[in-house]
């Protein structure tokens, strides 16, 4: 499972310099990754909403940046999203998803279920990755759109991707 | 609930503590200021390219001002709200502690209302304290301003002392009328790109 190494090459490649996060496990080498890099400001977040306005800042600033969130994150983000759109900030995250299959936690399901449609309904162009192999271009594509093409843009990482979680049953 | 708030009566009165910060400040720092009053208030002070005022996003002038300072650690960074929209985002000041930006000013005019909505009374007309709240969050100055003498003191701090910095400014609860800076999102964020990056600020 070395797909997150792929995401923090494409993060390099585009020139990212600020990483909005808060704790996944899901995201947690790519996470580590960045803390380790000096060239990556990381940015722990109480909320993710806060990642919204913290890559907003940076753009203002002449920097790219990017936020790593789980699906449930993105429940928290909604009002705040509608600024990269009235604004028109290019906007890119990375979602690792919940809810979707082999979930153990029936509370995760709501929310992950909801993710990729309120995404929509606030104008984020969502792509979905299943396979690992495919992460590596599709976190590429997703940095492009945002960067180049100047679009807010989400890339939902299914959860085959990540280690099932049992709660040790 | 107690009522015991005689925000009408504090003496300091918000445009002309906007104007003061403009005044002092010169033409180098750079300004986020939070949904509501603030943005009429400097507005009122004189728009410039290099303010984003946020006519929305509740709650996320202390991100958007972390993220400006962190790109832009050269400049000083002024994010101006007021104690509704600083209550909504209180979570970011734990955010601001662990980056630690020097460069990073947070002003709270704290009238204890919700001005847009009819001036109803926020938390901080009861028993919140938002520079209480910054210094257990880790923010290293914080301060709470009443009377003129403090901030003669306090907007000179503001632009030289080491941040972050975080400063209540208790104004009058007082009906102002509005100043409108322009409210196109894409212009706002495209002249301020443009006032601080130069030509390569527009893509």
Redesign the interface.
């Known amino acids: 499972m070395d797909w997150w190494k792929d995401i923090y090459l494409s993060l390099k490649e585009a020139n990212i310099?600020?990483v909005?996060y808060v704790p996944d496990a899901g995201h947690a080498k790519l996470i580590e990754a960045c803390i380790a890099d000096n060239d990556i400001?990381s940015?722990?977040?109480?909320?993710e909403?806060?990642?919204?306005?913290?890559?907003?800042?940076?753009?203002?600033?002449?920097?790219r940046?990017v936020l790593l969130m789980q699906s449930s994150g993105v429940g928290n983000c909604i009002?705040?999203i509608?600024?990269m759109r009235?604004?028109?900030?290019p906007f890119a995250t990375f979602i690792t998803m919940r809810g979707q299959w082999h979930e153990f936690n029936p509370w995760q399901v709501p929310m992950g279920q909801g993710t990729q449609p309120t995404l929509s309904a606030m104008d984020v162009l969502t792509e979905v990755v299943e396979n690992p192999e495919d992460v590596g271009k599709q976190a590429k594509a997703t940095l492009h759109r945002a960067f180049t093409g100047?679009q807010a843009t989400a890339l939902l990482l299914h959860q085959k991707l990540v280690p099932l979680k049992t709660f040790g049953k | 609930m107690n009522k015991t708030n005689s925000a009408s009566e504090y003496p300091l009165r918000r445009r002309e503590v906007a104007k003061k910060i403009v005044d002092v400040g010169g033409n180098d720092f750079l300004l986020?200021s939070g949904l509501g009053s603030p943005n009429w208030d400097f507005t009122a002070a004189g728009d410039r390219d290099t303010f984003?005022p946020?006519?929305?996003?509740?709650?996320?002038?202390?991100?958007?001002?972390?993220?400006?300072?962190?790109?832009?650690p050269k400049h000083r960074i002024v994010v101006a709200t007021g104690d509704g929209e600083m209550l909504m985002?209180i979570?970011?000041l734990?955010?601001v502690a662990?980056?630690e930006p020097k460069n990073l000013v947070i002003l709270v005019f704290d009238n204890e209302r919700y001005g847009e909505t009819g001036m109803q009374e926020t938390a901080t007309a009861h028993k919140a304290d938002i520079a209480t709240i910054a210094a257990g969050c880790g923010i290293s100055q914080t301060m709470t301003v009443r009377t003129k003498e403090e901030l003669d003191l306090n907007v000179v701090r503001v632009f030289e002392d080491q941040g972050p910095i975080l400063s209540v400014i208790k104004v009058k609860a007082e009906p102002l009328d509005f100043v409108l800076p322009p409210k196109d999102?894409?212009y706002?964020?495209d002249r301020?790109?443009k006032a601080?990056?130069g030509d390569?600020?527009i893509?």
């Open positions: 310099k600020q909005a400001i940015v722990p977040l109480t909320s909403e806060e990642g919204i306005g913290v890559l907003a800042g940076a753009w203002l600033g002449g920097e940046g009002n705040m509608g600024l009235t604004c028109r900030f100047m | 986020v984003f946020l006519w929305g996003a509740m709650g996320g002038a202390v991100p958007i001002g972390l993220g400006l300072a962190l790109a832009q985002g979570g970011s734990a955010t662990i980056q999102g894409a706002l964020k301020f790109r601080v990056l390569k600020g893509v």
